[in-house]
């Protein structure tokens, strides 16, 4: 019943807008897994970054995107919290 996160990193010169907007559609898919029990695939948070050559990280999509980083990761705080208050 662990909450599970996951995150891709591609580099700059191959996140063509083609490619972004394929990635971004399949990882939305991945999200959000509702029931652990039998969620195979399923994430509660998914992250998906660029990297640059400097190994900066880039976010090239929407602000509201579940996928920029900081939304994913607050999400995957929040299933920590309310997975940990269930089991205990």
């Not at 394929?22 to 509660?44: D, L, T, V, Y």
């Amino acid at each position: 019943m662990c909450a599970v996160c996951g995150v891709i990193a591609f580099p700059e010169w191959a996140s063509t807008p083609a490619i972004l907007n394929q990635m971004h559609s399949i990882c939305i898919r991945s999200i959000p897994r509702e029931k652990p029990s039998n969620a195979h695939g399923k994430f509660e948070a998914f992250a998906l970054v660029v990297y640059n050559l400097d190994g900066d990280l880039m976010w090239p999509f929407k602000k509201d995107s579940p996928l920029k980083p900081s939304a994913a990761f607050t999400s995957l705080a929040e299933k920590l919290v309310t997975r940990t208050i269930l089991v205990v």
